[in-house]
C-alpha cells in the first residue's frame, strides 16, 4: 500500500487597517520554492473593524459556498481573530500547523519572508512608525495569534519582500548618503499581490508588465522579466498615487508650511497624510470610490475626487512605461481594480495615446482580455489572492 503524503494545514492572516482577511490550505507538496498545489478549505474576512457600523464576517468554503454571514458589533482586530478560530475549532476543519502573517514593512533588516521570532518582532516593532495605518493592527494579530496557536510555527511575509531586487536606479531617494545608509529609500509595497498577479498570469511572452493593486491602497508597479524595477509608493505605504484617505505624494514643502505657520506635530501631520487626505480629503464625503461615484451626479467635489484619482493612476503607467521602455501587459487588481470597470475605463482613456485600448463590452462584464483587438497592450483583470501567498511562503519556509 503507498503511503499518503503528510497535508499540512496552514492558516493565512492579512490584517489591514480595518479589516482581517484569512485562508485556510492544504497542501502536500509545496517546496521550498513555494511551488506546488495548494487547496483552500476556507477562506473569508472581517470587514469594517473599528467602524461606525458593525463589522461584518462572511466566510467561504472553497472560494464558493458561503459558510458563515454575520454582524459583529465593537469588532477589534482581536475579537476578530478569536471568531475566526473559534469558528475553525467548531467547524470540523484540521487545525493550522503553522501561521503565516502578511507584514506590510519590516524596515531595513526585514527584506525576505522568515519565520517569527522575538528577533524578528523587535524588528518588525521598531518599524512599524514606517506603516502606522497597518503596523498596530498586524502586530496585535501576531501576538494573539501566538497564544491560540502556541506550539506552530508562525511565518512573516513582507509586502516589502517582492520589491528587494529593485536597482538602484529606482530604490535610490534624492537624498544624502548617510540618509539613504540609514535605510531612508525606496522599498514598494503590494507584493504580495504583484507575486499573486504573475503567478495568475503564468510565464507569458510579456517581458515588461505594469500591475496598478487599485483598492483604499493604491500602487503602480513596473515588472521586467518578472523583477520589480521601479513602483509608485516609497518608503511607506503613503507614497505615490492619491488613495482614499492616503494623500500620496506631495510637495515635502507643504508639511514645512504646515509645520511653520500652525504648530502641527508630526502625529497631526500623520493623521493629516494618512486619514485626512486623499479620496476623502477632495471629495469632503468618502474615501470609497463607489459611493463617490454613487454621488458624482450632485456633487462637484465627488466627481473631482474620482477625476484626479484616475489622472493619477494614468500618470503613474504612463511614467512606468517610460522606466520600462514600452509596455506588453497591463494588470488591474485589488479591490477596485477588480470590481469598477468605470475607473479603469477612465484609466485607459488618459492611456489612448500609447495605443491602449478597452473593448467596452468586456470591460464592463470583467472578461479576460479586456482589451480592443487593436490595443498595443494587452489589459488583463487579475484577482488578488494574497492570503494564498502567505500560505505558499510560510508552507516554503516549513521545509526549507
Given at each position: 500500500m503507498v503511503a499518503q503524503p503528510h497535508q499540512?494545514?496552514?492558516?493565512?492572516?492579512?490584517?489591514?487597517?480595518?479589516?482581517?482577511?484569512?485562508?485556510?490550505?492544504?497542501?502536500?507538496?509545496?517546496?521550498?520554492?513555494?511551488?506546488?498545489?495548494?487547496?483552500?478549505?476556507?477562506?473569508?474576512?472581517?470587514?469594517?473593524?473599528?467602524?461606525?457600523?458593525?463589522?461584518?464576517?462572511?466566510?467561504?468554503?472553497?472560494?464558493?459556498?458561503?459558510?458563515i454571514d454575520e454582524a459583529i458589533g465593537g469588532a477589534t482586530h482581536l475579537t476578530a481573530l478569536a471568531r475566526i478560530a473559534r469558528m475553525l475549532s467548531e467547524s470540523g476543519l484540521p487545525p493550522p500547523d503553522a501561521i503565516g502573517h502578511r507584514v506590510v514593512h519590516g524596515g531595513p533588516s526585514l527584506l525576505a519572508h522568515c519565520r517569527l521570532d522575538a528577533r524578528v518582532l523587535t524588528e518588525i516593532t521598531a518599524a512599524s512608525t514606517l506603516a502606522p495605518l497597518h503596523a498596530p493592527a498586524t502586530l496585535a494579530i501576531i501576538r494573539q495569534s501566538r497564544k491560540l496557536f502556541p506550539r506552530r510555527p508562525q511565518f512573516a511575509c513582507f509586502d516589502t519582500a517582492f520589491h528587494a531586487v529593485l536597482p538602484e536606479l529606482s530604490r535610490r531617494l534624492p537624498l544624502n548618503q548617510a540618509l539613504h545608509d540609514a535605510g531612508i529609500r525606496r522599498y514598494g509595497f503590494h507584493g504580495l499581490s504583484?507575486?499573486?498577479?504573475?503567478?495568475?498570469?503564468?510565464?507569458?511572452?510579456?517581458?515588461?508588465?505594469?500591475?496598478?493593486?487599485?483598492?483604499?491602497?493604491?500602487?503602480v508597479t513596473a515588472i521586467r522579466d518578472g523583477c520589480s524595477v521601479d513602483t509608485s509608493m516609497g518608503l511607506t505605504p503613503g507614497g505615490?498615487?492619491?488613495?482614499?484617505?492616503?494623500?500620496?505624494?506631495?510637495?515635502?514643502?507643504?508639511?514645512?508650511?504646515?509645520?511653520?505657520?500652525?504648530?502641527?506635530?508630526?502625529?497631526?501631520?500623520?493623521?493629516?497624510?494618512?486619514?485626512?487626505?486623499?479620496?476623502?480629503?477632495?471629495?469632503?464625503?468618502?474615501?470609497?470610490?463607489?459611493?463617490?461615484?454613487?454621488?458624482?451626479?450632485?456633487?462637484?467635489?465627488?466627481?473631482?475626487?474620482?477625476?484626479?484619482?484616475?489622472?493619477?493612476?494614468?500618470k503613474q503607467v504612463a511614467a512606468m512605461i517610460a522606466v520600462l521602455g514600452g509596455l506588453d501587459l497591463l494588470v488591474f487588481t485589488g479591490g477596485i481594480g477588480e470590481h469598477n470597470p468605470r475607473v479603469r475605463s477612465a484609466i485607459c482613456d488618459r492611456l489612448a495615446w500609447f495605443g491602449i485600448a478597452l473593448y467596452p463590452q468586456r470591460n464592463a462584464q470583467a472578461l479576460n482580455p479586456l482589451n480592443a483587438a487593436g490595443s498595443r497592450a494587452q489589459v488583463l483583470l487579475v484577482s488578488s489572492r494574497e492570503e494564498e501567498e502567505i500560505a505558499r511562503h510560510a508552507g516554503g519556509l516549513m521545509v526549507a
Open positions: 499540512r494545514h496552514i492558516l493565512a492572516l492579512n490584517g489591514g487597517s480595518s479589516s482581517l482577511k484569512f485562508g485556510l490550505y492544504e497542501t502536500s507538496a509545496i517546496g521550498a520554492d513555494g511551488q506546488g498545489p495548494l487547496t483552500v478549505l476556507a477562506a473569508g474576512a472581517v470587514e469594517g473593524i473599528g467602524g461606525e457600523e458593525p463589522a461584518r464576517f462572511q466566510i467561504k468554503a472553497g472560494r464558493r459556498k458561503l459558510l504583484c507575486e499573486s498577479a504573475l503567478r495568475q498570469i503564468g510565464q507569458p511572452q510579456a517581458h515588461r508588465i505594469i500591475i496598478a493593486h487599485l483598492g483604499s491602497g493604491s500602487s505615490g498615487v492619491p488613495m482614499a484617505s492616503r494623500s500620496g505624494d506631495l510637495d515635502p514643502g507643504v508639511l514645512l508650511y504646515l509645520m511653520r505657520t500652525t504648530l502641527w506635530t508630526p502625529a497631526r501631520i500623520e493623521t493629516l497624510i494618512d486619514r485626512e487626505s486623499g479620496l476623502l480629503g477632495i471629495s469632503g464625503i468618502s474615501g470609497d470610490i463607489r459611493q463617490l461615484q454613487l454621488l458624482a451626479a450632485s456633487s462637484d467635489r465627488a466627481r473631482l475626487a474620482i477625476a484626479i484619482y484616475c489622472m493619477a493612476v494614468a
